[in-house]
């Protein structure tokens, strides 16, 4: 079994930044964990605006605190995101994620899991590993 804190986590390079400044996020778990998923904690910053379509992952959200909305691009549709709701882009939905008045702390599980070097890339997605 594996366990770990986000406080210890918080600490180390699972902490990522993203260039953009609009967000932050803890990697609890990753590929090397072999679960077939990764597992994040995610912040969303207040005010921010961020274009996201994972073309190669799948990704389920839950709203653990916050508030913020979501935009599909697709159809336009506007989905206001509050604790104990959860998106889940099953379809590798391209959309905008927005943080609301305060930030939003999001639980997020990748699949294919992260390795956790992937960068946000111009068009919102993260790389396959090789
Ligand atoms: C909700 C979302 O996808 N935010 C972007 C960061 C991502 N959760 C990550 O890389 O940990």
């Known amino acids: 079994m594996i366990v770990r804190t986000l406080e210890e986590c918080r600490k180390t390079e699972r902490r990522v930044l993203a260039e953009n400044g609009n967000w932050e ?32 992952h799948l990704e389920t959200v839950y709203c653990i605190s916050g508030n913020g909305e979501v935009e599909t691009l697709k159809d336009g549709k506007v989905y206001k995101i509050e604790p104990g709701t959860v998106y889940i882009l099953d379809q590798n939905d391209e959309h905008l994620l927005r943080g609301g008045s305060e930030d939003m702390v999001l639980a997020c599980a990748f699949n294919p899991p992260l390795h956790g070097t ?7 997605s993260y790389a396959l590993a090789e």
């Open 118 to 124: 992937e960068v946000h890339r111009e068009d919102g």
């Open 25 to 56: 996020s803890v990697r609890l778990s990753l590929a090397d964990d072999n679960m077939g998923f990764s597992f994040h904690i995610t912040t969303i910053y207040a005010g921010t605006e961020t274009h996201i379509w994972y073309k190669n």
